[in-house]
């Protein structure tokens, strides 16, 4: 009995491989020049797929496109005329019409739910080419990361910061976050506190630094610049000056600003005191 099951079971075996093989054979027979062509045709398809890419972003490169939107058109021209040469291929490998529709219906479901997140990224990306929160070449601050926008992509930003290193932001993660965009206007306000010695006379100090910053060839607005004492810390005094730069200036300023105070300190006798802590012993 055994025997003869396991006999059964092997014949069923070799009997339905046989039919696979058999089926395989003839479906090659039939379908193989048609596959044949379709991965031909795919294969040129996405050449001129690539290529049409490239005059898009030739054709917008020499337009007055926004640079933002760029990258972003051309993606979406790119994936749109692929999507047509693979219905194309299907079509010409035997795949009927109804079965096409059904599978891209079923397709779509299943990518629409497994990539939801990637979904939201690129109708993320459609709201920042719309409402344009930041722009290619501006300088921004987001999640705590700066540094300037390079490309704004379908699903994702290119950021690089100044230790030139590139940050890939998903849009749908802009979005939600909070963003600091340096270049919205074409000035930035530069502030300083500087912290003085108690024995420093504060209206001499401020009128010195009232001098240094109007004579400044980087700070605009020299008529109305702010400077007061903003506090009594624990070990200084600080007064609290700010100036408006150009802001593709900004840190060309910072840096002047900074080198002509200190030496201006220096040579006025204004003591810039360190944090330090003064201790009374009682005696016996």
Same mark, same amino acid.
Request: hydrophobic share 45%; aromatic share 10%.
């Given at each position: 009995?055994?025997?003869? %099951?396991?006999?059964? $079971?092997?014949?069923?075996? &070799?009997?339905? /491989?046989?039919?696979?093989?058999?089926?395989?054979? =003839?479906? +090659?027979?039939?379908?193989?020049?048609?596959?044949?062509?379709?991965?031909?045709?795919?294969?040129?398809?996405?050449?001129?797929?690539?290529?049409?890419?490239?005059?898009?972003?030739?054709?917008?490169?020499?337009?007055?496109?926004?640079?933002?939107?760029?990258?972003?058109?051309?993606?979406?021209?790119?994936?749109?005329?692929?999507?047509?040469?693979?219905?194309?291929?299907?079509?010409?490998?035997?795949?009927?019409?109804?079965?096409?529709?059904?599978?891209?219906?079923?397709?779509?479901?299943?990518?629409?739910?497994?990539?939801?997140?990637?979904?939201?990224?690129?109708?993320?990306?459609?709201?920042?080419?719309?409402?344009?929160?930041?722009?290619?070449?501006?300088?921004?601050?987001?999640?705590? %990361?700066?540094?300037? $926008?390079?490309?704004?992509? &379908?699903?994702? /930003?290119?950021?690089?910061?100044?230790?030139?290193? =590139?940050? +890939?932001?998903?849009?749908?993660?802009?979005?939600?976050?909070?963003?600091?965009?340096?270049?919205?206007?074409?000035?930035?306000?530069?502030?300083?506190?500087?912290?003085?010695?108690?024995?420093?006379?504060?209206?001499?100090?401020?009128?010195?630094?009232?001098?240094?910053?109007?004579?400044?060839?980087?700070?605009?607005?020299?008529?109305?610049?702010?400077?007061?004492?903003?506090?009594?810390?624990?070990?200084?005094?600080?007064?609290?000056?700010?100036?408006?730069?150009?802001?593709?200036?900004?840190?060309?300023?910072?840096?002047?600003?900074?080198?002509?105070?200190?030496?201006?300190?220096?040579?006025?006798?204004?003591?810039?005191?360190?944090?330090?802590?003064?201790?009374?012993?009682?005696?016996?």
């Amino acid at each position: 009995m055994e025997t003869n %099951a396991v006999t059964k $079971v092997v014949t069923d075996e &070799i009997s339905i /491989t046989a039919k696979f093989i058999n089926d395989m054979k =003839m479906f +090659v027979l039939n379908k193989g020049m048609d596959i044949v062509e379709a991965i031909i045709l795919f294969c040129i398809g996405y050449i001129i797929c690539r290529y049409i890419r490239k005059v898009v972003e030739h054709i917008l490169d020499r337009s007055k496109v926004d640079p933002s939107a760029k990258t972003f058109i051309s993606d979406i021209i790119y994936f749109f005329c692929l999507a047509i040469v693979t219905i194309v291929a299907l079509g010409t490998a035997g795949v009927a019409a109804g079965t096409l529709a059904a599978a891209f219906g079923g397709i779509g479901l299943a990518i629409g739910l497994g990539l939801k997140d990637n979904i939201g990224n690129v109708a993320s990306g459609i709201f920042i080419l719309i409402f344009r929160p930041f722009k290619v070449g501006d300088y921004v601050s987001i999640g705590g %990361a700066q540094g300037t $926008v390079k490309e704004i992509r &379908i699903m994702y /930003t290119n950021v690089a910061t100044l230790s030139n290193q =590139m940050i +890939v932001f998903p849009n749908s993660k802009l979005i939600s976050s909070v963003i600091t965009n340096y270049s919205a206007f074409e000035t930035r306000n530069l502030e300083f506190t500087f912290d003085v010695g108690y024995n420093t006379d504060l209206r001499k100090c401020i009128t010195l630094l009232k001098e240094i910053f109007t004579a400044n060839d980087y700070v605009l607005d020299k008529e109305n610049i702010p400077i007061f004492v903003s506090s009594l810390a624990e070990s200084s005094i600080q007064i609290y000056v700010r100036a408006q730069v150009d802001r593709l200036k900004y840190f060309d300023a910072q840096n002047d600003l900074y080198i002509k105070v200190k030496e201006a300190f220096d040579e006025a006798g204004i003591d810039i005191p360190f944090p330090q802590v003064v201790v009374h012993q009682a005696r016996d």
